[in-house]
């Protein structure tokens, strides 16, 4: 199924009454305390998030999977999808592949298909954390950290194959996450794992092309259970700086341990210029994998107010790879993305209207009161209008979700896959 700019166009004019009376409010307000709604207007139609290639399909947890009918049973078939998400809200323009998930066989024909979507390849994500069918070495007891020197140089070969196929399709990055670790005391030399790793990503990072960058994420538990060897921030920061310039930190907002502040350590990063890409979720406990912002959209937008900051005062800080990295068991998985993308411009657009000027009078004068209040000023604003104004002029549906339903896009998908299609994935 394809969704033409005409379908959304006719559709559209069945909202566009409602959009203009509040979008004509919105604007005056705002016009009136000096923010300029078209500069807005136009970064939030500029903000792209890639969508990944795993959550195109019922999420799984490992207590079971629910499959959802109509689901893309090949890479071409997951790109129609994203290019589904890209038609609604413009927003989606990047893909983010997951090797070997994703192996492509005929690279031309999957560039075309991604580019007949306005989709770009962002950065390739390597797997070392499931031994595939007929895997010469496991990964059992680790992969980059092995104490296993044939594992160790098998997943460095693995992430060198990763770069390859990604450089035949244009990808500029490679993110590294890793499921080694210990599950209980002892198991590992926890100096001998961090020096295995560090050796490892030195070795990767040497294989990259010289305009490509590395993403190291960070996890503190999970799949192990007792230690991660890259569990936090400062431990991806440090091997960051290791490998080399083009080496950064990744933040994925479920890989932290409850209540950490978050936004702190966006605005550290990027102060250091190491903050390299982002994975949006949500979470009540761990790295629940939920649709972003349905748990803690005022930490999102803290999270946001200093990515705007940084984005506005840090050049020393490259401009951020984001992706959503989440999919759940229980929703449609493409309505669950198409939240998720809502939940992060609106979180996006309030951050854009943070008087920044009265925030730092009122921390030079120690006005914490005042200083809450204008972040909570943006914060309180129904930016609604605004990323519906976006997509308007971009072309896409004022309402995504209700487009979506409305022409039944999950039904047509059911029809054309049938009930019994599995996307790759977890
Ligand atoms: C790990 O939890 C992670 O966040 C990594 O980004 C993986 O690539 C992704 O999830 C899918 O497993
Ligand atoms: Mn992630």
């Known amino acids: 199924m394809v969704i033409g700019k005409d379908i ?10 409602n959009f203009t009376t509040d979008f004509d409010f919105l604007q005056n307000k705002l016009t009136k305390s000096g923010t300029s709604v078209t500069e807005i207007v136009n970064k939030i139609a500029d903000f792209q ?4 290639s795993w959550a195109l399909g019922a999420g799984g947890t490992r207590f079971g999977r629910f499959s959802y009918g109509g689901e893309p049973a090949t890479l071409e078939q997951k790109l129609d999808d994203v290019g589904l998400i890209h038609a609604l809200t413009h927003s989606a323009g990047a ?17 075309e298909k991604a580019a007949s979507h306005g989709l770009v390849f962002d950065a390739m994500n390597s797997n070392t954390f499931q031994d595939q069918t007929g895997a010469e070495h496991s990964y059992k007891f680790g992969s980059l950290n ?12 693995h992430n060198k194959e990763v770069i390859r196929i990604g450089k035949e399709l244009g990808s500029k990055s490679l993110t590294v996450w890793l499921a080694d670790g210990a599950s209980f005391p002892g198991q590992l030399n926890f100096q001998t794992a961090l020096s295995n790793t560090e050796k490892s990503l030195k070795e990767i990072y040497a294989g990259m092309p010289e305009d490509w960058k590395l993403f190291i994420e960070y996890k503190p538990y999970e799949p192990n259970f007792y230690s991660t060897t890259i569990q936090d921030w400062g431990t991806s920061f440090m091997l960051a700086n290791a490998c080399g310039e083009r080496a950064y930190t990744l933040v994925d907002l479920g890989h932290h341990l409850p209540n950490t ?12 210029g190491k903050l390299g890409g982002f994975h949006f979720n949500d979470s009540k406990y761990g790295d629940d994998d939920l649709t972003v912002g349905s748990i803690k959209p005022y930490a999102l937008f803290l999270i946001f107010n200093e990515l705007v900051y940084g984005m506005e005062n840090n050049p020393q800080n490259p401009y951020p790879a984001w992706m959503i990295d989440a999919s759940h068991n229980i929703k449609d998985p493409l309505e669950d993305l198409l939240q998720s993308l809502e939940a992060i411009l609106i979180a ?7 008087d920044q000027k009265a925030l730092k009078t009122a921390q030079l004068s120690n006005d914490v009161v005042g200083a809450q209040d ?3 000023n943006a914060y309180r604003t129904d930016v609604r209008p605004l990323l519906r104004a976006a997509r308007l002029q971009a072309g896409a549906a004022l309402d995504p979700i ?3 339903r409305n022409l039944r896009v999950r039904e047509n998908l059911i029809s054309e896959r049938g009930l019994e299609t599995k996307a790759t994935g977890l």
């Open 374 to 376: 204008i972040l909570q």
């Open 49 to 52: 998030v890639a969508i990944p």
């Open 402 to 404: 209700a487009a979506y």
């Open 146 to 157: 092995a104490v296993n020197e044939d594992s160790r140089a098998y997943a460095v070969e």
């Open 348 to 354: 996006y657009a309030q951050a854009l209207l943070v």
């Open 261 to 272: 502040n978050i936004e702190q350590i966006v605005a550290t990063l990027m102060y250091k």
């Open 95 to 111: 893909v983010s592949l997951h090797i070997p998930w994703d192996v492509p066989s005929d690279v031309k024909a999957i560039k």
């Open 8 to 17: 959304i166009e006719q559709y559209n004019k069945l909202e566009i009454e």
